[in-house]
């Protein structure tokens, strides 16, 4: 992948990040079980870590 394509797999993992977290907080409200929006932001803080770990090669590089 190439600087553009990273910085916008990069823009929406952090999309996704932040509309789990919000439908999140709303079965917290409910007393839902948010278990599976857990683990759901725990993948997304692992993708987003390596993309970034691929955007700073990159910059690394250039």
């Known amino acids: ?13 952090k999309s996704d990040y932040v509309r789990i977290q919000g439908d999140m907080d709303k ?9 599976s929006a857990e683990g759901q932001l725990v993948r997304l803080e692992g993708e987003i ?11 690394e590089e250039e």
């Not at 992948?1 to 993992?13: A, C, I, S, T, V």
């Not at 870590?49 to 910059?59: S, T």
């Open 1 to 13: 992948m190439n600087k553009e394509q990273l910085l916008g797999k990069l823009d929406e993992l």
């Open 49 to 59: 870590a390596e993309v970034r770990k691929q955007l700073e090669k990159i910059e």
């Open 27 to 35: 079965l917290e409200y409910v007393k839902g079980r948010v278990s």
